[in-house]
């Protein structure tokens, strides 16, 4: 059973501060992706990531970074943390394009950010 | 534009219904389509899966593209009230990139 996990449920920080989201996949999957979902906006990709300290810009990368220093681990970067930041924050995994079964994404449970 | 278009809801059913969702895409390219079914405070999960036009069909859901009208649809037969959820439309070129729609809060009333 493919599981994703992400390190915190709830989160509640400071406007300016650095954040920092952990997601770790279980199943040795070469891509990882962060979203973040917003009322009526949906899930918005912020980076993803097909290889290990590889990493491409999604829709909305402003104010974020990425790191993938290894296969198992995604983590997101808010630099400086703003109150535009405030959502449901969600990690996913899934397997290379060339291989069978690419099409499913597995998700995390979400990190709930609250910037104040 | 977005690439994908959802009606957010609330749809509001009783149990047994059908029950209709739907998705308009703008590109044309666009040859993989899957639907994400997420219970509350919980991450989205993947339903169902098409490639390029046709139905597909997995017990009470079924799924449905019309590439010559950018349109893709979920159906769900004898709907219960576990069904009740938000559904997540998506698309893809190529699985390195998805595109979701904003997703349709369901309720299913017993």
């Known amino acids: 059973d493919v599981k994703v996990t992400q390190s915190s449920r709830y989160l509640v920080k400071r406007t300016g501060e650095k954040v920092f989201l952990e997601c770790v996949q279980d199943m040795d999957h070469e891509n990882m992706f962060w979203y973040r979902q917003d009322p009526g906006l949906g899930l918005r990709l912020i980076y993803f990531?097909?290889?290990?300290?590889?990493?491409e810009k999604g829709d909305i990368p402003e104010g974020y970074s990425v790191s993938r220093e290894k296969k198992e681990r995604f983590s997101l970067i808010l630099e400086s943390a703003s109150t535009n930041q405030t959502s449901m924050y969600l990690c996913?995994?899934?397997?290379?394009?060339?291989?069978?079964?690419?099409?499913?994404?597995?998700f995390g449970p979400g990190t709930r950010l609250t910037v104040t | 534009q977005k690439e994908v278009e959802q009606d957010p809801g609330p749809l509001s059913v009783p149990e047994g219904a059908i029950v209709s969702l739907n998705c308009t895409y703008s590109?044309?390219?666009?040859?993989?389509f899957m639907w994400y079914r997420q219970y509350s405070r919980k991450g989205p999960e993947l339903l169902m899966y098409t490639y390029s036009s046709g139905n597909k069909e997995d017990g009470r859901f079924t799924a449905q593209v019309d590439k010559s009208s950018k349109y893709i649809s979920l159906f769900i037969r004898d709907s219960q009230p576990s069904d009740s959820a938000t559904y997540l439309c998506?698309?893809?070129?190529?699985?390195?990139?998805?595109?979701f729609g904003s997703g349709t809060k369901l309720n299913v009333k017993p």
């Open positions: 590109n044309s390219a666009f040859q993989y």
């Open positions: 990531s097909y290889d290990v300290k590889m990493k």
């Open positions: 996913a995994s899934s397997l290379n394009f060339r291989r069978e079964t690419r099409y499913e994404q597995y």
């Open positions: 998506a698309v893809s070129y190529n699985f390195n990139k998805f595109y």
